[in-house]
């Protein structure tokens, strides 16, 4: 299957969930505990007013409501793969209850157990719900304009090439680029950006952006399925799949702890019962089955990793899996790449200089006729900074060298300085580069004219967000293939210590392995060079989930902005719902332990029992939803 069509299937699922949602007393995964519940409540009801044949029955139709919804699942497992799980430890106990004639404790374990199961599920349904919302970011339908016509269509219909208009307060329904008008995006339920993006011809938009001023034009560029907001809505569903490392550490106890249990359970009722009561000693048995059952560590990780996952959606971080989830709160040391993630990917005219006698505007003007033609990445720079200037004839363009052209009469010439030397100007040229610029020469005539230098300049939030996970106790090492100059350049405007410059795509990967293997380490990027180190990392993060698909698809997490000031909240967020996660497990680890002894000596029976184990899972899946918390981040400019 495609990765486009892969995509349409995620959404097609996400929404046929979502159309499934309603009501909680049509959902039959509820309706079934809370009838389980219900048909023992009144059968306690009756037994206190001595209906006693009444509450028999009434008892046995909440074990058998209640034991739907876990026995037939752990028979499934056990003869169908083989697996001992606790819903068949759970099983055997009910079993055991009711050939000892303790109906009304078995049906209780059911109605429990199944209700505790439904909590789980409602619990991962409420913070998949904030997952599904970015599907209603897409509208139903655009308006697609065919030379005169204009006409609506579905969104799902969108082909790449298409031209949609875009009217103030349409909300954008697949990405594209700006073909003709000017207007300020919305993107704040996107990338959590609160200022509008202004955007013109040939600036890049996002599906789900709202257009609120100007009348655009936009082609096409990805099909109304495979958008930026399917690719996010694909990895959360690996997010939703993947319940994590230390979500199946209750199936890895249970491996082990199912057999081990029997086995003390039949040691306890065969020698108990070789010197006093069979009866008693069979009873304390199956008591002690229950009480080593792991319950509450079966549902206390996978709701806090789902829930926290939910949360972090919200504000613009897509976490692939909760066993990304788990590494991220343990980062102790960040690897980020340079170009695109802590500059803006947008290079910038920094400073020109000129031989006497030439104006700097003179320069820029001749420069920029010349550079309109040239495809290079800097040429835009310089273009953009006189866009009326006059056409430049005679152009040619030398891959790897420069561009030529006439303008004015005057030849003028544009290159690297390895190219075109700048003679007496060596030094000044020279202080350019050591300020992290890259610089241009330009020749009027084959004569030294002047140099501009072009910067990408540094994200103005990259600072703060340095010290500010310094003071996480977390060290950040920038990874760049720039020269050495221009690297310890920007990262000393960074505030970053430990640069790695010149650096291949598989320097990078190995840079970041050798990091791994003393700290855990995340890996922060956001092009297809750096997919090898994102791949490679503890936990890999791509920013903005319109980038590269090679860098999305390679990373743990992805970014849907560009502002690392989610960083150190990702990271607060990931550290908390981990503390929760660890409060969970010792919770429940310390009520197995506790619980163990006192049924083996008799000193709880199975009722007891059954409600503290029951009571311990209600507690750990409401400290489990505690990782939903997470108010939007508010990131002023």
Same mark, same amino acid.
């Given at each position: 299957?495609?990765?486009? %069509?892969?995509?349409?299937?995620?959404?097609?699922?996400?929404?046929?969930?979502?159309?499934?949602?309603?009501?909680?007393?049509? +959902?039959?995964?509820?309706?079934?505990?809370?009838?389980?519940?219900?048909?023992?409540?009144?059968?306690?009801?009756? $037994?206190?007013?001595?209906?006693?044949?009444?509450?028999?029955?009434?008892?046995?139709?909440?074990?058998?409501?209640?034991?739907?919804?876990?026995?037939?699942?752990?028979?499934?497992?056990?003869?169908?793969?083989?697996?001992?799980?606790?819903?068949?430890?759970?099983?055997?106990?009910?079993?055991?209850?009711?050939?000892?004639?303790?109906?009304? &404790?078995?049906?209780?374990?059911?109605? @429990? /157990?199944?209700?505790? &199961? =439904?909590?789980?599920?409602?619990?991962?349904?409420?913070?998949?719900?904030?997952?599904?919302?970015?599907?209603? @970011?897409?509208?139903?339908?655009?308006?697609?304009?065919?030379?005169?016509?204009?006409?609506?269509?579905?969104?799902?219909?969108?082909?790449?090439?298409?031209?949609?208009?875009?009217?103030?307060? #349409?909300?954008?329904?697949?990405?594209?680029?700006?073909?003709?008008?000017?207007?300020?995006?919305?993107?704040?339920?996107?990338?959590?950006?609160?200022?509008?993006?202004?955007?013109?011809?040939?600036?890049?938009?996002?599906?789900?952006?709202?257009?609120?001023?100007?009348?655009?034009?936009?082609?096409?560029?990805?099909?109304?399925?495979?958008?930026?907001?399917?690719?996010?809505?694909?990895?959360?569903?690996?997010?939703?799949?993947?319940?994590?490392?230390?979500?199946?550490?209750?199936?890895?106890?249970?491996?082990?702890?199912?057999?081990?249990?029997?086995? @003390?359970?039949?040691?306890?009722?065969?020698?108990?019962?070789?010197?006093?009561?069979?009866?008693?000693?069979?009873?304390?048995?199956?008591?002690?089955?229950?009480?080593?059952?792991?319950?509450?560590?079966?549902?206390?990780?996978?709701?806090?990793?789902?829930?926290?996952?939910?949360?972090?959606?919200?504000?613009?971080?897509?976490?692939?899996?909760?066993?990304?989830?788990?590494?991220?709160?343990?980062?102790?040391?960040?690897?980020?790449?340079?170009?695109?993630?802590?500059?803006?990917?947008?290079?910038?005219?920094?400073?020109?200089?000129?031989?006497?006698?030439?104006?700097?505007?003179? *320069?820029?003007?001749?420069?920029?006729?010349?550079?309109?033609?040239?495809?290079?990445?800097?040429?835009?720079?310089?273009?953009?900074?006189?866009?009326?200037?006059?056409?430049?004839?005679?152009?040619?363009?030398?891959?790897?060298?420069?561009?030529?052209?006439?303008?004015?009469?005057?030849?003028?010439?544009?290159?690297?300085?390895?190219?075109?030397?700048?003679?007496?100007?060596?030094?000044?040229?020279? #202080?350019?580069?050591? $300020?992290?610029?890259?610089?241009?020469?330009? /020749?009027?005539?084959?004569?030294?004219?002047?140099?501009?230098?072009?910067? #990408?300049?540094?994200?103005?939030?990259?600072?703060?967000?340095?010290?500010?996970?310094? &003071?996480?106790?977390?060290?950040?090492?920038?990874?760049?293939?720039?020269?050495?100059?221009?690297?310890?350049?920007?990262?000393?405007?960074?505030?970053?210590?430990?640069?790695?410059?010149?650096?291949?795509?598989? +320097?990078?990967?190995?840079?970041?392995?050798?990091?791994?293997?003393?700290?855990?380490?995340?890996?922060?990027?956001?092009?297809?060079?750096?997919?090898?180190?994102?791949?490679? !990392?503890?936990?890999?993060?791509?920013?903005?989930?319109?980038?590269?698909?090679?860098?999305?698809?390679? !990373? +743990?997490?992805?970014?849907?902005?560009?502002?690392?000031?989610?960083?150190?909240?990702?990271?607060?967020?990931?550290?908390?719902?981990? =503390?929760?996660?660890?409060?969970?497990? *010792?919770?429940?680890?310390?009520?197995?332990?506790?619980?163990?002894?006192?049924?083996?000596?008799?000193?709880? %029976?199975?009722?007891?029992?059954?409600?503290?184990?029951?009571?311990?899972?209600?507690?750990?899946?409401?400290? %489990?939803?505690?990782?939903?918390?997470?108010?939007?981040?508010?990131?002023?400019?």
């Amino acid at each position: 299957m495609s990765v486009a %069509g892969s995509r349409v299937d995620d959404v097609d699922s996400f929404e046929e969930e979502d159309e499934g949602d309603g009501p909680w007393w049509r +959902d039959r995964e509820v309706l079934i505990p809370i009838s389980s519940g219900a048909a023992f409540l009144a059968g306690l009801i009756l $037994q206190w007013t001595g209906f006693e044949l009444a509450s028999l029955v009434l008892f046995w139709i909440a074990l058998l409501l209640g034991a739907a919804t876990f026995v037939p699942g752990a028979l499934r497992k056990l003869f169908g793969k083989g697996r001992l799980g606790i819903g068949l430890l759970m099983s055997i106990s009910a079993t055991g209850a009711v050939i000892l004639g303790f109906v009304e &404790e078995a049906a209780a374990l059911a109605f @429990l /157990y199944s209700i505790a &199961e =439904a909590l789980e599920d409602k619990a991962m349904d409420r913070a998949r719900a904030g997952l599904r919302a970015l599907l209603r @970011l897409v509208p139903e339908t655009a308006t697609l304009r065919e030379g005169e016509l204009i006409r609506e269509v579905s969104a799902r219909e969108l082909a790449v090439g298409d031209l949609l208009l875009v009217r103030p307060g #349409d909300r954008v329904a697949t990405d594209g680029v700006v073909r003709s008008g000017r207007s300020a995006l919305d993107t704040s339920a996107i990338t959590g950006e609160s200022i509008p993006v202004e955007v013109s011809a040939g600036d890049t938009i996002s599906a789900g952006s709202i257009n609120t001023s100007g009348v655009l034009e936009v082609e096409v560029s990805a099909a109304g399925t495979d958008n930026s907001l399917t690719t996010i809505v694909h990895l959360v569903e690996q997010a939703q799949a993947d319940k994590g490392a230390r979500a199946r550490l209750a199936d890895r106890i249970a491996k082990p702890l199912v057999p081990g249990v029997m086995i @003390l359970a039949v040691l306890i009722g065969v020698i108990g019962s070789l010197f006093g009561d069979p009866e008693v000693w069979v009873t304390r048995a199956l008591v002690v089955l229950v009480a080593a059952s792991p319950c509450a560590l079966a549902i206390a990780v996978p709701v806090t990793v789902v829930s926290a996952i939910g949360a972090a959606s919200k504000f613009g971080v897509v976490i692939k899996s909760g066993a990304t989830f788990e590494r991220f709160g343990g980062v102790r040391r960040f690897a980020v790449d340079k170009t695109g993630t802590l500059t803006r990917n947008q290079p910038t005219i920094a400073q020109v200089i000129t031989v006497p006698g030439t104006e700097p505007a003179d *320069l820029l003007r001749r420069a920029a006729s010349v550079e309109m033609h040239s495809k290079h990445p800097l040429a835009a720079a310089i273009a953009a900074s006189h866009p009326d200037a006059p056409e430049a004839v005679d152009v040619t363009e030398t891959a790897g060298h420069g561009v030529t052209g006439v303008v004015d009469g005057i030849t003028v010439s544009i290159g690297s300085p390895r190219w075109l030397p700048p003679g007496k100007m060596d030094q000044e040229v020279s #202080d350019l580069e050591g $300020q992290g610029m890259t610089v241009v020469i330009i /020749y009027f005539d084959n004569q030294f004219a002047g140099a501009i230098g072009v910067r #990408d300049e540094l994200r103005p939030e990259v600072p703060e967000v340095i010290e500010s996970l310094r &003071e996480r106790g977390v060290e950040v090492t920038m990874l760049t293939g720039d020269n050495e100059r221009t690297a310890h350049a920007l990262a000393a405007q960074a505030r970053i210590q430990d640069v790695r410059a010149e650096l291949r795509p598989e +320097d990078k990967a190995a840079a970041v392995a050798t990091m791994s293997r003393v700290a855990p380490t995340a890996m922060i990027g956001d092009g297809i060079n750096d997919a090898p180190a994102l791949a490679g !990392a503890d936990v890999g993060i791509a920013m903005g989930a319109t980038g590269s698909d090679a860098a999305i698809e390679s !990373a +743990d997490i992805a970014f849907t902005g560009h502002d690392l000031r989610l960083i150190p909240l990702a990271l607060d967020h990931a550290r908390r719902g981990r =503390a929760i996660i660890n409060q969970n497990i *010792l919770l429940s680890l310390l009520i197995i332990a506790v619980l163990l002894p006192l049924a083996a000596f008799g000193i709880l %029976g199975l009722a007891a029992v059954v409600l503290v184990h029951e009571v311990a899972e209600v507690i750990v899946i409401l400290n %489990g939803l505690r990782a939903a918390r997470s108010r939007r981040p508010r990131l002023e400019p």
